[in-house]
């Protein structure tokens, strides 16, 4: 499977503080995405990249922001969490083309 | 948007027993991923089909795209209790188009 790696592996933070978490991959993969899981939602989109510096927005962006300044990083943010955000955060990635995607083992994140 | 329909949302069956379940769309695909996820882990990749009418085994598993390109199933056959956890099906659009997710079918198995 893709060496993905995310840490923090769970976190607890206050409302209104700022969180990064991080995706580390060594698959010199080009695509890069964060989804969150929610009972009753499943996974669903945040952002994802498509190259360095390269970003864009998924289907539940509002709140977060990604960067990716290396291939095999990319962060996300969380400028001012709210408790809407507690949730399972997971990174996954994959080459071009066909190839699939592959997931790292998520982050867990509450917001008290 | 687009939606996946995947059904059932759970299924709680015998050890040794068949399973069956299968993802509709509004949509064509031009893939389908079947991924299993288990308790506290990033969801696994089981199956990749990427031609309509593709039928791929791996193991006791065995996956179908469907012809009309909006449809897929997923067998398990003499399921065991590791089969336990969330299964999800995913379609894609083109080759660099994102992934939709269905909301995953829950596997329980009885020993």
């Known amino acids: 499977d893709a060496g993905i790696t995310q840490s923090p592996r769970h976190k607890v933070t206050e409302t209104g503080t700022p969180v990064t978490l991080r995706c580390h991959q060594t698959?010199?993969?080009?695509?890069m995405y964060w989804y969150r899981q929610d009972p009753g939602h499943g996974l669903r989109l945040i952002h994802y990249s498509y190259g360095v510096k390269d970003t864009d927005k998924g289907e539940v962006s509002d709140g977060y922001s990604v960067s990716r300044s290396k291939t095999e990083d990319f962060l996300l943010t969380l400028e001012s969490a709210t408790s809407s955000q507690t949730s399972v955060y997971f990174c996954?990635?994959?080459?071009?083309?066909?190839?699939?995607?592959?997931f790292g083992n998520g982050t867990r994140l509450t917001v008290t | 948007g687009q939606q996946l329909n995947q059904s059932p949302q759970s299924m709680f069956i015998q050890e040794g027993e068949d399973v069956s379940m299968n993802c509709t769309s509004s949509s064509i695909f031009n893939t389908w991923l079947w991924y299993k996820q288990d308790p506290g882990e990033g969801p696994v990749l089981l199956i990749a089909l990427y031609k309509a009418g593709e039928l791929t085994s791996n193991g006791r598993l065995t996956a179908q795209f469907g012809i009309t390109r909006k449809d897929s199933f997923l067998n398990i056959s003499a399921s065991i209790p590791s089969d336990v956890g969330i299964y999800f099906c995913a379609g894609q659009e083109g080759s660099q188009g994102n992934l939709i997710f269905g909301k995953g079918t829950k596997l329980s198995v009885k020993p």
């Open positions: 698959e010199n993969h080009r695509y």
């Open positions: 996954a990635s994959r080459g071009t083309g066909n190839s699939p995607l592959h």
